[in-house]
């Protein structure tokens, strides 16, 4: 079965910046898109960025020009480099990945809090 693991959260100041890493494992199962959405206390989880496996990525609004989506299709590794961090970015950061070929899947990570301090 497949898993998710993701690293790299944590505290920063305002302006600050952050690199979430998400690593796949447990399976050889096909991974098609990954991508990254965060959540807000009480809130929905909402898009972040995704990328294709083929390298095609989508940003929401909020985080163009900041965030990078980037992936290592070898190893089936997901990253997101955070810059010029705001305030609202503080949230629940959860890893996703579209598995399997004929029937897909979602798979989630655990979520890891970023938290950014003015």
């Known amino acids: 079965q497949v898993q998710l693991v993701e690293s790299g959260g944590g505290l920063v100041q305002v302006g600050g910046s952050l690199r979430l890493s998400c690593v796949t494992s447990?399976?050889?199962?096909?991974?098609?898109?990954m991508g990254w959405y965060r959540q807000y206390p009480g809130k929905q989880r909402e898009l972040v960025a995704t990328?294709?496996?083929?390298?095609?990525?989508n940003y929401a609004d909020s985080v163009k020009a900041r965030f990078t989506i980037s992936r290592d299709n070898a190893k089936n590794i997901v990253y997101l480099q955070m810059n010029s961090l705001k305030p609202e970015d503080t949230a629940v950061y959860y890893c996703?990945?579209?598995?399997?070929?004929?029937?897909?899947?979602?798979?989630w990570g655990q979520g890891t809090q970023v938290t950014v301090s003015s």
């Open positions: 990328i294709s496996s083929g390298g095609r990525s």
């Open positions: 996703n990945a579209v598995a399997g070929t004929n029937f897909r899947y979602d798979v």
């Open positions: 447990g399976s050889t199962v096909r991974i098609n898109d």
